[in-house]
Nanobody
Framework: QVHLVESGGGVVQTGGSLTLSCEVS????????MGWFRQRPGKEREFVAA????????IHAESVKGRFTITRDHSKNTLDLHMMNLKREDTALYVC???????????????????WGQGTQVTVSS
């Protein structure tokens, strides 16, 4: 497992932008798949985006495609989520996750991940 610490959350107005970072540390994670999920009150944890650390392959949920972009920064060991044109329905606790596994459509399934951060809150106000 790896250790994950999120940052960058806050309050932003509708249409605004925000970048979240997830600092990754611990054992070698070059083969890891990493993802961002979000949790809204009363709702199940929802897939946002995922990235294969060593190759950079990405998948984005339909609800965020064209607005959010997942990237990784090798020099800082961070998994970043660049969010723009934010909507009120994007308000949630955003959580970073990781698993030592391959790659495929399964990355959208939260149950497949075994390392989780504590999350960072994003609130979009009108």
């Amino acid at each position: 497992q790896v250790h994950l610490v999120e940052s960058g959350g806050g309050v932003v107005q509708t249409g605004g932008s925000l970048t979240l970072s997830c600092e990754v540390s611990g054992r070698s994670y070059s083969e890891y798949a990493m993802g961002w999920f979000r949790q809204r009150p009363g709702k199940e944890r929802e897939f946002v985006a995922a990235l294969k650390w060593n190759r950079g392959d990405t998948i984005h949920a339909e609800s965020v495609k064209g607005r959010f972009t997942i990237t990784r920064d090798h020099s800082k060991n961070t998994l970043d989520l660049h969010m723009m044109n934010l909507k009120r329905e994007d308000t949630a606790l955003y959580v970073c996750a990781a698993v030592a596994a391959g790659w495929g459509p399964w990355v959208e399934n939260a149950a497949r991940y075994d390392s989780w951060g504590q999350g960072t809150q994003v609130t979009v106000s009108s």
